[in-house]
């Protein structure tokens, strides 16, 4: 909305000091023109703008022009700038909004607090795209037009036509009552009820949507934390999974149980290593993941996972035995 630009443009100069028809541009996510018109309307409404000719010029505010949010704690400040680093809303497509709010926390925070809470804020990384290993973390790409007609129809509480694409099925179009949002590790998932029955899609599979006029049939109020509590309980617990008995190496514990879908029993043996009962989605999963402990794991069940297991150290040891 323009009013809404309007603002961020205003907020972006009192923060910035001055900055060229460019630069503000490219953070409004706008044409230099539209800015240009920005600019002009601001100066008709009686905002001090004004241009700065030369090579270093731009547009600035006239000094001492800005409003204040009062009642705001150093700590509060805080809490709010490191909430706005968080890469959650990305998976909502609420990034540029997200920014957007955070320009106008900062200007309208009071001057005592504005240096420090930032300068704090500096100290602190929340979830970043890498971790030690180097692993990059990456958020999946949800286009921001499918997303927004998502959101409108979860909070309108109307119904959702969505295009999906579910794992090695032909993507078709279904009607769903939405419930609620969730990011998981920058993963985004709608909750919805599909005539009746609880269904959860992942939003980086909808390739389409189209909020509904007619009302969606769900509860007035939901625990949006119990029902994915309640439906990841389900998941870990149904399908093709498969139970193992391992043994493991403490030190690899946390490594062996973080691949695990869950962990249903649990015992320390005689030489301190421990027994542990793990499920894991699928065949295929169960070997990736005791593949990756090496000797620091063993699994004892299944027998075709332990079969399976010694047919690949096979295949590796014969691929780079000793050739005469």
Avoid at 115 to 126: D, F, P, S, V, Y
Avoid at 294 to 306: D, F, G, K, M, V
């Amino acid at each position: 909305m323009r009013a809404d630009r309007l603002v961020s443009l205003v907020l972006l100069l009192r923060r910035h000091g001055r900055l060229s028809a460019a630069a503000l541009a490219r953070e409004l996510e706008v044409s230099t023109r539209t800015v240009l018109r920005d600019i002009e309307a601001l100066s008709a409404a009686g905002v001090p703008v004004y241009a700065e000719r030369g090579r270093h010029g731009g547009f600035a505010l006239l000094p001492g022009f800005q409003t204040e949010l009062t009642g705001l704690n150093h700590d509060e400040a805080l809490a709010l700038l490191v909430a706005g680093s968080r890469r959650g809303a990305q998976a909502f497509g609420l990034g540029s909004a997200l920014a957007s709010a955070m320009r106008k926390v900062v200007d309208a925070l009071p001057e005592s607090y504005r240096a420090t809470a930032a300068g704090a804020a500096q100290r602190l990384l929340i979830d970043p795209e890498t971790d030690l290993l180097a692993r990059r973390l990456v958020a999946e790409e949800v286009p921001d037009a499918v997303v927004a007609e998502i959101r409108r129809a979860v909070f309108a509480g109307h119904k959702l036509r969505i295009h999906y694409a579910a794992a090695n099925q032909t993507s078709q179009w279904r009607t769903v009552d939405p419930i609620g949002l969730v990011t998981v590790r920058d993963q985004g998932y709608l909750l919805a009820k599909r005539s009746g029955e609880d269904r959860t899609y992942r939003l980086s599979r909808v390739l389409a949507a189209e909020e509904l006029a007619e009302p969606a049939q769900r509860p007035d109020r939901v625990d949006l934390d119990r029902v994915w509590q309640e439906r990841s309980t389900r998941f870990r617990t149904g399908g093709d999974q498969v139970a193992v008995l391992v043994r493991v190496n403490p030190a690899r514990r946390e490594d062996l149980v973080g691949t695990a879908l869950a962990v249903r029993a649990e015992e320390t043996d005689a030489d301190g290593w421990l027994r542990l009962e793990v499920s894991f989605q699928d065949s295929r999963h169960a070997e990736w993941a005791l593949w990756q402990l090496a000797t620091n794991a063993e699994a004892l069940a299944p027998q075709w996972l332990r079969t399976s297991l010694r047919n690949r150290a096979a295949a590796i040891a014969a691929c780079y035995g000793v050739t005469s």
